[in-house]
């Protein structure tokens, strides 16, 4: 869900540009890089999660979902959609400084840091599961203030 913004302001951005003949002052990228980085959230934590057929299954319904909410509601006000967003991106933080603590609590395993969040983020070869929450928190903190 959380890459569902980005691509929907990018997209919609990049269809205004082209009819009007206008640049977007570099807000398509912006806006494309930020769904592709919640992409490799979404990547990250499905290697660590290991989820089963009927959990992608929800993914992908509640993606279809609030692809199509979120695009009206950008239509209508690009404004107030980035605002939600930015509410959203407030929330996850608190939710990941609650994973953090679970993780020095010892209530949540710090397992090895999968590949391909050492392979993005250029973490250490010998990561662990709270380097990369902590790579994320910060990610989620820029595209609060980003939005």
Wanted: aromatic residues 12%.
């Amino acid at each position: 869900v959380a890459a569902v913004p980005g691509m929907v302001g990018g997209m919609l951005l990049h269809c205004k540009s082209l009819r009007r003949f206008e640049h977007s002052g570099g807000w398509i990228r912006v806006l494309l890089e930020e769904a592709e980085n919640e992409r490799m959230h979404l990547m990250t934590f499905m290697e660590v999660a290991k989820p089963r057929w009927y959990e992608r299954a929800l993914v992908f319904a509640v993606q279809g979902i609030f692809w199509n909410f979120y695009f009206v509601a950008y239509v209508i006000s690009p404004k107030v959609a980035h605002r939600a967003v930015g509410y959203l991106e407030e929330e996850a933080i608190h939710s990941y400084n609650e994973f953090i603590k679970e993780l020095d609590s010892g209530n949540i395993p710090n397992v090895p840091a999968p590949a391909i969040a050492i392979d993005y983020w250029r973490l250490a070869p010998d990561s662990t599961l709270r380097d990369v929450v902590m790579v994320v928190r910060a990610d989620e903190a820029h595209h609060r203030d980003v939005n």
